[in-house]
């Protein structure tokens, strides 16, 4: 036996959600760019670019880690998740480019060259370089392992374990961005503004957390799937299935397709992995049993 390994496939749905994430993050950096000039001619080009690119790696880190607690929260976030990882590709090469160019620009905010730092500026108690670097590299090695090769080749539990480093990551960055760029004459609405992402990181996972535990408790999660796994597949075309339960205790599998036939898994995304109640014609062919129903017909419970 073999295995193959292929490119990413986009579907709709992913170019769709591709298409939006990229005009957001053009448009973002573009207004970024048009108001820093404004509001600060005297500042370089290359200071402009450090500011930019960060600003918008640190937006959308926190915008990843959030999409994992809201999914788990309510389902209809569940289409955000499965493409989180296009999320971390457009993040990780923002990170990458503000990194060198700031290293070689001494990681000065106010476009100033290393030889015009004050005294104090050259005396700073913890360097905030390191930080911003170590989580580079744990961005990079995550970005580089995302392909199932690597999950393959890697084993589960070393590969869950390196991308488990994105927290690491964020406190890396939160820290550099402190110890950096608020340690000078900036507006006070920038701590207040990094402060209130890490409240909404932080509370996000608390809550998840405990409405987990409170299933765990009641056992509601008995027998279900991997959300996240089911919504990958799901969305990149494997057909979803209908999990039963009989009197006996055997697991039966109905192959769930539309009244006509079609492909509904992307109509039904927000009901993956949980229990429902379906209304709808059963057939069987050969030893598959299929499921022919509308979506409207699978109701949570």
């Not at 070393?158 to 550099?176: D, I, R």
Request: hydrophobic content about 45%; some cysteine; charged content about 20%.
């Amino acid at each position: 036996m073999g295995v193959t390994y292929r490119a990413v496939q986009w579907n709709p749905h992913e170019k769709a959600y591709d298409a939006v994430l990229l005009l957001g993050v053009v448009l973002f950096l573009g207004l970024f760019v048009c108001v820093g000039s404004l509001l600060h001619p005297e500042t370089t080009v290359e200071t402009l670019l450090i500011r930019t690119t960060a600003t918008a790696a640190l937006l959308l880190l926190h915008g990843i880690l959030c999409i994992g607690p809201l999914c788990r929260l309510d389902p209809r976030f569940l289409p955000l998740l499965y493409n989180r990882h296009d999320v971390r590709a457009r993040g990780r090469p923002r990170r990458s480019v503000d990194d060198p160019v700031s290293r070689a620009r001494g990681h000065e905010p106010s476009g100033e060259r290393p030889h015009q730092r004050s005294a104090d500026r050259q005396r700073e108690p913890v360097p905030f370089q390191p930080l911003g670097f170590a989580a580079l590299v744990l961005l990079f090695l995550m970005a580089a392992t995302s392909h199932d090769f690597w999950l393959a080749h890697l084993s589960a539990p070393v590969w869950k374990a390196l991308h488990m480093g994105v927290y690491v990551a964020y406190a890396l960055l939160v820290g550099h961005v402190a110890l950096g760029i608020l340690q000078g004459p900036v507006s006070p609405l920038l701590p207040l503004l990094l402060g209130a992402g890490m409240i909404s990181v932080l509370s996000l996972h608390l809550l998840a957390a405990r409405q987990e535990a409170s299933c765990d408790r009641t056992s509601c999660h008995a027998g279900k799937v991997h959300r996240a796994c089911a919504v990958r597949c799901i969305s990149s075309g494997t057909p979803p299935v209908l999990a039963l339960r009989g009197d006996g205790g055997a697991l039966q599998h109905l192959l769930i397709v539309g009244s006509d036939g079609r492909s509904i898994g992307l109509e039904i995304l927000d009901r993956v992995a949980e229990e429902v109640e379906v209304r709808g014609r059963v057939t069987r062919i050969d030893q598959l049993l299929v499921l022919w129903v509308e979506p409207e017909q699978i109701r949570r419970l």
